[in-house]
Every structure is written in C-alpha cells, then in structure tokens.
Nanobody
Framework: QVQLVESGGGSVQAGGSLRLTCTKS?????????MAWFRQAPGKEREVLTT???????WYIDSVKGRFTISKDNDPNTLYLQMNDLKPEDTAIYYC??????????????????WGQGTQVTVSS
C-alpha cells in the first residue's frame, strides 16, 4: 500500500517562503499518476491548490498562481510544493495526495486515493 508523508511545514512571516516535500513508501511511482496538493484551514473545506499529471502538466487555483510551484522528481520519487510570498490566508494544514488517474487530474478530493497526514503551515502578519 502506498503511504505518503509530508514535511517542510512551519511558521513564517508574511512574504516568506516554505518548501513542502511529499515522500512515499510502496511500489507505486508518482510519475505514473496525478498528484495534488490540498490544504484545509480551520472551519473550512479541504481545497485543491495544484495538480501535476503523469506528463508533468500542471494546474493551479488562482489564489496561489504565480506564488506556488508544484514539481516532482522521479528519482527519488518525491513531490514538492514551493511556496513563495506567503500570506496569512495561506495558513492551513497542507496535504499531498495521489489520484487513480494519470491525466485530466481532478480538482476535488473524491478521486484521490492516497493521502498524507498533513503538515501545518502558519503565516503571521
């Protein structure tokens, strides 16, 4: 079974940067499936931030476009989220997830079959 583990969260001031990492255990490779980063703030629903498909095509929601960058390394099979110019409204628990799809990545939680435990990001003003 694939297990995902996020790391790299922390507390930063507005305008700062963080780089989240998602590593996996198991036999399935990221490169063959859609991967995504989600976040969930207190009292809010989990929302998708960005996706990357098997061919490396990416998508971002408007609120993070130009500030966040998703990427992946096939060796050692790691997913990243570079977050720049962080804002207080970016405060949330961040999750990585793997879909059963390879392309046309979904932008809701339903098609993501493996999840990490989340990492907290706190941005102070």
């Amino acid at each position: 079974q694939v297990q995902l583990v996020e790391s790299g969260g922390g507390s930063v001031q507005a305008g700062g940067s963080l780089r989240l990492t998602c590593t996996k255990s198991g036999y399935t490779e990221y490169s063959n499936y859609c991967m995504a980063w989600f976040r969930q703030a207190p009292g809010k629903e989990r929302e998708v931030l960005t996706t990357i498909d098997a061919d490396g095509r990416t998508w971002y929601i408007d609120s993070v476009k130009g500030r966040f960058t998703i990427s992946k390394d096939n060796d050692p099979n790691t997913l990243y989220l570079q977050m720049n110019d962080l804002k207080p409204e970016d405060t949330a628990i961040y999750y990585c997830a793997r879909s059963f799809r390879r392309r046309l990545c979904a932008r809701t939680t339903e098609e993501y079959v493996n999840w990490g435990q989340g990492t907290q990001v706190t941005v102070s003003s």
